[in-house]
């Protein structure tokens, strides 16, 4: 399999984080190079006609894009350690855990950094700055409600380590890279004892 990717973007770092928790290896990373509109050439269009990282070639040579949908067949191909769910009523409440992280967390501090951040302009032009600025206050809505979560509870779904902590990491080291976000410095001890507990884990090194 090949794994199409851009190093230190948040995406294909779950990706990546999800990999080094489930111990696989012998997957080829592809580097995309964004600032160099390598996503906007056409051999790599006809493999994501979207554009974007990550992409995951099969054996078979189909092409697997969207990074949820990626970690389920590689939840599928090696079910251990379990990551999305024992069951359907686990997988279901994980899921709305992650589905929580991405939409409102996530999507938040990538939307105020491809708005308002310099570097990024030519990723997203146009940029429109009040709407980069009412992310950032957004996302931060978001990590006050998590941070009370996790004064409850040691991980984003409940009780054991999943994919929502991964989407959850890798959103705040984004927002802590260009945001030059830290929570606990916003008054939010939970989430920056969190943040430091799962930087300690082993897959949290994946680029």
Same mark, same amino acid.
């Given at each position: 399999?090949?794994?199409?990717?851009? !190093? @230190?973007?948040?995406? !294909?770092?779950?990706?990546?984080?999800?990999?080094?928790?489930?111990?696989?290896? =012998?997957?080829?990373?592809?580097?995309?190079?964004?600032?160099?509109?390598?996503?906007?050439?056409?051999?790599?269009?006809?493999?994501?006609?979207?554009?974007?990282?990550?992409?995951?070639?099969?054996?078979? =040579?189909?092409?697997?894009?969207?990074?949820?949908?990626?970690? #389920?067949?590689?939840?599928?191909? *090696?079910?251990?350690?379990?990551?999305?769910?024992?069951?359907?009523?686990?997988?279901?409440?994980?899921?709305?855990?992650?589905?929580?992280?991405?939409?409102?967390?996530?999507? =938040?501090?990538?939307?105020?950094?491809?708005?308002?951040? !310099?570097?990024?302009?030519?990723?997203?032009?146009? *940029?429109?700055?009040?709407? =980069?600025?009412?992310?950032?206050?957004?996302?931060?809505?978001?990590?006050?409600?998590?941070?009370?979560?996790?004064?409850?509870? !040691?991980?984003?779904?409940?009780?054991?380590?999943?994919?929502?902590?991964? #989407?959850?990491?890798?959103?705040?080291?984004?927002?802590?890279?260009?945001?030059?976000?830290?929570?606990?410095?916003?008054?939010?001890?939970?989430?920056?004892?969190?943040?430091? @507990?799962?930087?300690?884990?082993?897959?949290?090194?994946?680029?």
């Amino acid at each position: 399999m090949k794994l199409y990717s851009t !190093p @230190r973007t948040p995406n !294909p770092r779950r990706v990546t984080m999800f990999m080094a928790e489930k111990g696989i290896t =012998g997957v080829e990373q592809v580097a995309i190079d964004l600032m160099a509109g390598q996503h906007r050439d056409p051999v790599f269009l006809q493999k994501n006609p979207m554009g974007r990282v990550p992409a995951l070639e099969l054996p078979d =040579g189909r092409v697997l894009c969207e990074t949820r949908a990626i970690c #389920t067949y590689l939840e599928g191909l *090696q079910p251990d350690p379990n990551l999305m769910g024992e069951g359907f009523e686990e997988r279901a409440f994980i899921e709305m855990a992650d589905r929580r992280i991405e939409l409102h967390l996530f999507l =938040g501090i990538v939307n105020s950094v491809r708005h308002s951040h !310099p570097a990024l302009a030519a990723l997203e032009n146009p *940029q429109f700055a009040d709407y =980069g600025a009412a992310q950032g206050i957004k996302m931060r809505e978001t990590a006050q409600w998590l941070d009370q979560l996790l004064a409850q509870q !040691p991980y984003v779904a409940g009780e054991r380590f999943t994919i929502a902590d991964i #989407t959850a990491f890798c959103a705040l080291e984004f927002a802590r890279g260009l945001m030059k976000y830290t929570p606990g410095a916003e008054g939010l001890p939970h989430l920056q004892a969190y943040r430091d @507990r799962i930087a300690a884990r082993p897959s949290a090194q994946t680029k």
